[in-house]
């Protein structure tokens, strides 16, 4: 990874990822986790962390299946903390979806753009994550506010107001995530200027990683945010 970063809406229930590193399955786009189900909307510095290497993309199917993880699936967590995690750069491909799952050790959510350009991102945790340009606030549930800003635009505007819908738009609801871990919101805060903001509701202040992965085959690139469950 270059630097520690960091229309449908495809929720993934459990962890399914095309990668994975020396006996760690990886979630997200998930792997080492399951087949996702969909949800349609109206639609500090940096520092240096290991990262998995993409492989192939996973489909999208409707039947939640919940798969195991390995033994030492849990290893690299432990070196996971709660600074931003940064990516400079940026695409002129378009973000087109976000998906979510679960995994043994931690929670994930993943966002796909349109394209091999690797996006710039900042992810990080924030009191309330605003909207850029005119600094709307737009809470969401759980006790911490991971901000996570893709620059990349969304797919469908200007056109139309975009696959996540209206900025303020619940991706993911409270009442979807009751049962999980560390996840507790998924929320769409905007596009300004060519960098998309959403904000992800987390149940406390939890260690957590980003990076990006570029799937060549499937012709996307991918911004992976995992967050630990403890």
């Known amino acids: 990874m270059a630097g520690r970063v960091t229309g449908t809406v495809a929720v993934l229930v459990t962890l ?15 792997t080492g986790a399951t087949s996702p189900t969909t949800a349609t909307t109206g639609t500090t510095s940096p520092t240096t962390k290991s990262e998995p ?9 409707t039947t939640p299946e919940r798969a195991g993880a390995g033994p030492s699936s849990c290893k ?10 940064r990516e400079p750069g940026s695409s002129s491909d378009r973000l087109f979806q976000a998906r979510i799952g679960q995994h043994k050790c931690f929670d994930r959510v993943v966002f796909d753009i349109d394209g091999t350009d690797k996006p710039g991102a900042l992810v990080r945790y924030v009191d309330v994550v605003r909207a850029d340009g005119s600094g709307e606030p737009y809470p969401v549930a759980g006790d911490a506010a991971l901000e996570v800003i893709v620059r990349a635009s969304i ?10 819908g209206r900025p303020g738009n619940r991706l993911y609801t409270a009442e979807d995530l ?19 903001t959403i904000a992800l509701g987390v149940r406390e ?19 992976v945010v995992d967050i630990a469950h403890k």
């Open 16 to 30: 399914v990822a095309g990668a994975c590193t020396a006996g760690e399955p990886v979630a997200g786009d998930a």
């Open 76 to 85: 690299r967590v432990t070196t996971w903390d709660f600074r931003p995690d």
């Open 155 to 164: 797919s469908g505007y200007p056109e139309s107001t975009g696959t996540f």
């Open 205 to 223: 202040n939890l260690p957590f990683r980003a990076f990006t992965l570029v799937d060549a085959d499937a012709g996307i690139s991918k911004l």
């Open 53 to 61: 290497t993409a492989t192939t993309a996973e489909s999208t199917t």
């Open 178 to 196: 009751r049962d999980w871990r560390t996840l507790r919101e998924v929320r769409f805060a905007g596009f300004f200027e060519g960098q998309s």
